[in-house]
Structures are given as C-alpha cells and as structure tokens.
C-alpha cells in the first residue's frame, strides 16, 4: 500500500489490522442486570486491534481487545469541538488525551484522510468472531513496523499514566 501500511488477507490477525464493520454490543448508561427488559443494541464499527501480535499468533487471547477508528469527519460530525481550528494538531501532536491520529491507508501525506483511534473506548471481541470476520472482508490495512510500536507505545502510554496526590514542588 505505502510506507505505512500493508495490505492484509485473510483470517490472521495482528496489532495494528484496521477491521471494518465489527459488530459490537453497546450497552445503554442505565443498563441493570437485574432487568431483563433491557435490549442491547449491536452497531457495526471500524476498530482497530491493540492486543499485542504475539498474543494473537500464540492463542494466548481468547478476546481481542481493540478501540473504535474514525475518520476525522465523522469525529467532527460526533463532536463539534474537533471541527475548531487547530483542534486536530493537538491529536497529531499527541496533546488529546486518549486519541491518536493514524497516517491515512491510502496516501499517508494527506492530513484530511487520517483517521483517530479512540483509546477511551475499549471493545472486547472473541478471537473466533473476528478471525471469521477479518476472511470474510477481503483486504483490510495492517499497521508496518515502527508504526505498529509507536501506535502500541501510545496505547500502554494512555493506561499507565499516574496521579499523585501531591508533587514535587516546581523550581522557581
């Protein structure tokens, strides 16, 4: 495809393969166990997989874990403030905690056609439902090394962060 990306068939899944139209349940804010009237609706949505390769490739993942990607106009369409002026230099740069900005799949120097994965949400899928799913797209985008690390650095970077309840002071 590019420098970027490859292109990838087939039902093997690594760290970094785009996924379009995974099916995903979306449980609703006031979802109760207890209630059994309660109706889960399942959206279809492009993700990405940030379980690492190796535990893909050694079945060690029974669950894939892996976060929405979205163009940046359908960002803008969800949520006005990523349509301000600049807003989107911020992700690039990595000032947006939880989004990171992804080169485009098909020309990667084209800053329109990125796409932003969501780290803030997290979907959990059975390896066989996307193994099945992934052979039945046809060619999907697969992240090239070093991107594939950068992408993961990113990822582990969004959860290991620490607030202390008090800091060294600032020098003055």
Partial sequence: ???????YQGADLR???????????IIPDQFSAETQDDV???ETRRLIVVTQSCDL????????????????DEME???VKFAVQGRWEEVRRGKVEGLYMLPSTVDP????DALVADFR??????????????????SRPRLKSPYVEHFSQSFARFFMRVGLPS????FK
Wanted: aromatic share 4%.
């Fill in 121 to 138: 949400m997290i979907v959990s899928l059975p390896i066989g439902y996307l193994s099945s799913h992934s052979a039945s797209i046809g």
């Fill in 15 to 25: 760290q970094g393969d785009v996924l379009p139209d995974c099916a995903i349940a």
């Fill in 40 to 42: 889960l609706l399942v």
């Fill in 167 to 170: 800091q060294i002071p600032q």
């Fill in 77 to 79: 369409v969800a949520d």
């Fill in 1 to 7: 495809m590019n420098d970027v990306w490859n292109s």
């Fill in 57 to 72: 490739a050694n079945r060690k993942a029974p669950y894939v874990a892996l976060c929405p990607v979205q163009k940046l």
């Fill in 109 to 112: 120097s084209v800053n329109q």
